[in-house]
């Protein structure tokens, strides 16, 4: 389990991420969004295939469980690349939530 923070003009966001490996990989994302008079929560989870890559780290197709979108998810340092709309038009260079998800189950040797 790993858990970030980062502050928005709007508010604070908690967001903690849990992998783990039962029939499958799976990895749920819970951000909690702290506003000054509520608190607001939200989850999503994924499913995460190993894909092969003639280079990079790791290769994995990342699906979202819910509503089924599907990215594809290059782990290699630096050069990490995801090809959901969130990764491709940000301007902050901070990783994208498929990219921390691969991120931490390839740290935890799962993918």
Request: with cysteine; charged share 25%.
């Amino acid at each position: 389990m790993r858990t970030t923070t980062r502050n928005t003009k709007t508010c604070k966001i908690e967001r903690v991420l849990h992998v783990e490996r039962s029939d499958a990989l799976r990895a749920t994302v819970t951000e909690n969004k702290v506003l000054q008079t509520k608190t607001t929560s939200s989850s999503r989870m994924y499913r995460i295939h190993r894909i092969s890559c003639a280079f990079g780290v790791a290769a994995a197709t990342v699906v979202n469980v819910t509503s089924g979108e599907e990215y594809q998810v290059l782990l290699d340092g630096r050069h990490s690349t995801c090809d959901c709309p969130g990764h491709i038009y940000s301007k902050s260079g901070k990783p994208c939530v498929h990219l921390e998800i691969c991120g931490e189950a390839q740290k935890r040797n799962l993918l």
